[in-house]
């Protein structure tokens, strides 16, 4: 039983563990991470078999923030980032059975058949719409009034099923989207305030914020690998069991168990990076009342099935994927094209696909068997993707129970919960994707942010 002292402990050792281990070693904070998996990386996990590398968790990230710049910038050579290379731009969606490329620019908005004649007026007379007045406006209602409900079915709706597997009349845009509500707010317009956001002037950083599709060469293993060598494997506790905080005078005491022992540590500063649902075991303290508004949070189901095919003779992967609006009453969500935008994920002349079921609208496909699962998707993968015949020599199957956050009606009581504990107890943050958004970049950048606050 050991009671050594730390500055800081960090609860969780996924992105936002690993980038704050990183940070604080390098302001030389004295820290401990403990982690109840055998491994670092949570969701984060590259696996290889046969010439397929494939991920079961997040695919890709999005150099959406310039804290990830940073921290690329700061492991160096210890990380090769390989940005998703000109297919990214080709995004197909489904209507009616076939796929359309979605329009990326004003002419193509207007000559696709995803949109209907109506709504195509309707976006060229978008930048002269008033703003909304409703703050907990959803995003399906701001897009309906905005842009018309063609554009909502076929370029919101997917959209919103490949990042959150969600439903847009669930989720309230300033929470769920922030960014896209702040350009109406501030500038008036989606199109006239992506413009006049695109000319104001940037520092060196964000510059090079290029909101670029990225992985790392041979998978997203390596930039978790890269954060704990760069953090040092020693501050690590991997297997920590029931971890349990519990304040003191002026410190956190932590109990967890290594295998058969008990460990007892203390803390001036605890930082919480789990989900929503692993909340109440380790701060069994916290209030009934506030405990609840904490975790009063609906999470996606989610199955992903990663496929890998030697030769592939389907449909022709000349982009990012496909995805597919909810209108169109299918059992897939989308399909990544893997092999197309990274190098070295399948065998030359074969594929990689991954392939994502489930989400908020369909989640009793999730109480399938696995058998019964790989029905539905041989089914619509060789209708959706023309293949001859369903024939992968790759099948992975991984299952998600609380994949994806969703930023509803609730967050705004979440987001205020959180304040008032932290601020009832000094030294403690609840951070994690419960806030600042669910994306590998929000992650990079809320880890960023905590550890710059505790090394000032």
């Known amino acids: 039983m050991s009671n050594k002292h730390y500055d800081v402990v960090v609860i969780g050792a996924g992105v936002t563990g690993l980038t704050l281990a990183h940070q604080l070693k390098k302001c030389g904070i004295n820290f401990k991470v403990l982690e109840c998996q055998p491994r670092h990386g949570g969701v984060v996990h590259t696996q290889s078999e046969n010439g397929f590398v494939y991920e079961s968790g997040p695919n890709s990230g999005i150099v959406s923030h310039p804290e990830v710049v940073a921290l690329f910038d700061d492991l160096g050579d210890a990380i090769k980032v390989e940005k998703g290379n000109d297919l990214v731009k080709i995004r197909y969606v489904l209507k009616n059975g076939k796929w359309n490329a979605l329009p990326h620019g004003p002419l193509s908005a207007i000559t696709t058949p995803l949109f209907s004649l109506k709504d195509k007026f309707r976006i060229l007379g978008e930048p002269f719409r008033k703003k909304g007045s409703n703050p907990d406006e959803t995003l399906a209602e701001m897009v309906k009034r905005r842009m018309g409900n063609s554009f909502l079915d076929y370029a919101i709706d997917p959209f919103i099923l490949g990042i959150y597997a969600g439903d847009p009349s669930q989720l309230v845009t300033r929470y769920a989207m922030p960014k896209l509500y702040n350009l109406e707010q501030k500038y008036g317009s989606f199109i006239g305030g992506a413009r006049k956001k695109a000319k104001e002037p940037k520092t060196e950083l964000e510059k090079r914020t290029d909101r670029a599709v990225f992985s790392i060469e041979g998978g997203l293993s390596g930039l978790a690998d890269a954060l704990l060598k760069s953090a040092g494997e020693e501050h690590f506790s991997f297997d920590a069991d029931g971890v349990t905080v519990s304040p003191q005078d002026k410190d956190y005491q932590l109990t967890y168990k290594e295998g058969e022992k008990e460990q007892v540590i203390t803390a001036d500063k605890v930082i919480s990076t789990i989900g929503s649902v692993g909340l109440q075991q380790l701060l069994p303290f916290v209030d009934e009342a506030q405990m609840q508004q904490l975790t009063n949070l609906k999470y996606a189901r989610v199955v992903e099935v990663s496929l890998g095919f030697e030769k592939w003779e389907g449909w022709p992967l000349n982009g990012f994927g496909g995805l597919i609006p909810h209108k169109e009453n299918r059992d897939l969500l989308g399909v990544l094209f893997m092999s197309s935008l990274f190098k070295g994920r399948a065998p030359e002349g074969g594929a990689l696909l991954t392939i994502f079921m489930g989400g908020i609208r369909n989640e009793a496909l999730c109480d399938l068997s696995d ?18 015949e369903f024939n992968p020599s790759l099948i992975k199957l991984k299952r998600y129970s609380h994949a994806i956050p969703q930023y509803g009606v609730s967050s705004g009581e979440r987001f205020k919960a959180i304040d008032m504990v932290q601020e009832k107890y000094p030294g403690l943050i609840i951070a994690g ?11 990079i950048k809320q880890a960023t942010l905590i550890a710059k606050e505790i090394c000032k």
């Not at 994707?433 to 992650?443: C, F, K, Q, T």
């Open 433 to 443: 994707n419960l806030r600042d958004g669910i994306g590998m970049a929000d992650r």
């Open 371 to 388: 058998e019964e699962v790989l029905k539905v998707l041989e089914k619509e993968f060789t209708d959706l993707m023309q293949v001859p």
